[in-house]
């Protein structure tokens, strides 16, 4: 069966300081990535979404990145973060981009 | 894309059946609902997709009429465990990563 893993579950990092979030998926070839932000009491906003590996196509201009060097590897990345950057980051991965969607259990971002 | 309306909140007790109503009155031909239920600090899980008509499995039903311009998720006999957070989207096929999120709906049971 298929899992995805998401690390780490809680950060705090302060303001100006790189972030690296990692997401690996077992079990599935080729599957599409996404990263999503949810801000409190929020719906979900897709960040980056990956359909291969060197693959990215970014929704929203901001302050962050995404690399998949693996097929089964996503990671989101910055190199200075924001206060702005706080927030419950989701990744998710689908069989293919008409399918429902599999979320990680998260990582509480929060930036001092 | 279209856009769907939720109810913010809403409360029920347990043992009691349960029917969140979305309105999507902007469905486009090719899209699809779907429902998402999601608890305190975890990921979104599916629920239940429906494109017309009725849709049932092992947790819940989907109705939707003929026009489409609503859905009604249905969570029969509901329990404590079944307070979260039900999002509703509509979104055509090829084209999920477009869907876009609402708040949801927070559903609290009491006992």
């Known amino acids: 069966s298929q899992t995805i893993h998401q690390w780490p579950a809680t950060l705090v990092q302060p303001v100006g300081s790189p972030l690296s979030l990692e997401c690996t998926v077992e079990?599935?070839?080729?599957?599409?990535l996404y990263w999503y932000r949810q801000a409190a009491g929020r719906g979900l906003q897709l960040l980056f979404y990956?359909?291969?590996?060197?693959?990215i196509s970014s929704e929203v201009p901001q302050n962050l990145s995404a690399s998949r060097p693996q097929d089964r590897q996503f990671i989101l990345s910055s190199k200075k973060l924001l206060l702005s950057d706080s927030g419950f980051y989701l990744c998710?991965?689908?069989?293919?981009?008409?399918?429902?969607?599999?979320f990680g259990s998260g990582t509480r971002l929060t930036v001092v | 894309l279209a856009k769907t309306t939720q109810p913010i909140s809403m409360d029920s007790y347990e043992g009691q059946e349960v029917n969140i109503t979305c309105s999507h009155n902007?469905?486009?031909?090719?899209?699809?609902i779907t429902w998402y239920q999601q608890f305190p600090s975890q990921g979104p899980r599916f629920i239940i997709q429906?494109?017309?008509?009725?849709v049932t499995n092992e947790v819940a039903s989907l109705f939707i009429p003929a026009d489409r311009k609503s859905s009604t998720l249905s969570l029969p006999r509901v329990s404590l465990s079944d307070t979260a957070v039900y999002y509703c989207?509509?979104?055509?096929?090829?084209?999920?990563?477009?869907?876009?999120w609402g708040a949801g709906t927070k559903l609290i049971i009491k006992p």
């Open positions: 429906g494109y017309k008509t009725k």
């Open positions: 079990g599935t070839s080729n599957p599409n």
């Open positions: 990956s359909v291969g590996i060197g693959q």
């Open positions: 998710a991965w689908s069989e293919g981009l008409s399918e429902g969607y599999t």
């Open positions: 902007n469905i486009a031909t090719n899209d699809y």
């Open positions: 989207l509509v979104g055509a096929t090829g084209s999920n990563y477009q869907l876009i």
